[in-house]
Nanobody, 123 residues
Framework: DVQLQASGGGLVQAGGSLRLSCAAS????????IGWFRQAPGKEREGVSC????????YYADPVKGRFTISSDNEKNTVYLQMNSLKPEDTAVYYC????????????????WGQGTLVTVSS
């Protein structure tokens, strides 16, 4: 079975850091792009960052550039999202998802989705 298991969310003060993990199983990890998305209360879901585990390409949405770093451990089939300098507006449920290469970015329908992990940033 395909599984994407997101974890690492929690409550943090503004300016703090969290690292989210997305553990993947049941599909060929190196043939997929793994993306992080988030949805804040009352807002639409938005793309945050994505990575191609085959060649390491990364992409960041403007609101998180310079603060978030995405990385991939192909031996563990896990993608990480290091989030630094967190702001209250980063508060959201964060989801990881996978889309088959060569698609890259947020403009495509992702094939697999994990459950969300809640990030709350207090001011």
């Amino acid at each position: 079975d395909v599984q994407l298991q997101a974890s690492g969310g929690g409550l943090v003060q503004a300016g703090g850091s969290l690292r989210l993990s997305c553990a993947a199983s049941g599909f060929s990890f190196d043939r997929y792009v793994i993306g992080w998305f988030r949805q804040a209360p009352g807002k639409e879901r938005e793309g945050v960052s994505c990575i191609s585990s085959s060649d390491g390409r990364t992409y960041y949405a403007d609101p998180v550039k310079g603060r978030f770093t995405i990385s991939s451990d192909n031996e563990k089939n896990t993608v990480y999202l290091q989030m630094n300098s967190l702001k209250p507006e980063d508060t959201a449920v964060y989801y990881c998802a996978a889309v088959l290469l060569p698609f890259f970015g947020f403009e495509f329908t992702y094939d697999y989705w994990g459950q969300g992990t809640l990030v709350t940033v207090s001011s």
